[in-house]
């Protein structure tokens, strides 16, 4: 049985408490989403996919190397944009009471699996 993207995100939804996840190619179309009702996917796709090009542009212009991750906190919790090599941005909306260090791991597990299915 092969792991699709949509597996992999359910996962890290379930894993740790997120309230979705989605994965968007760097034009902004989505690749796979596992997102609440009220969120509109196409509208988080373009958001995540520009805020992560210009997050890369900021760290590269104030020389802070390869962009990691760009994380935005809210009063109702964070969105956590990380790259996938250069074939995708996986989104994360998680509630304020996420265990931050938990997300992080099961992110960065996430994403080895992404790369490992893209190749």
Do not use: C, H, W
Request: proline letters at 4%.
């Amino acid at each position: 049985m092969s792991i699709n993207f949509e597996d992999i995100l359910k996962d890290l939804v379930r894993d740790t408490g997120a309230e979705g996840a989605i994965l968007v190619s760097p034009d902004g179309l989505t690749i796979a989403s596992i997102l609440p009702p009220d969120v509109e996917e196409d509208r988080v796709a373009a958001m995540g996919a520009a805020i992560l090009s210009l997050g890369e542009r900021v760290a590269t212009e104030l020389n802070k190397g390869e962009l990691e991750q760009l994380y935005v906190k809210g009063t109702k919790g964070y969105v956590i944009f990380t790259g996938v090599k250069d074939f995708a941005v996986l989104g994360i909306l998680a509630p304020p009471t996420v265990k931050l260090g938990l997300l992080l791991i099961e992110i960065k597990r996430a994403i080895k699996k992404l790369e490992e299915i893209i190749g």
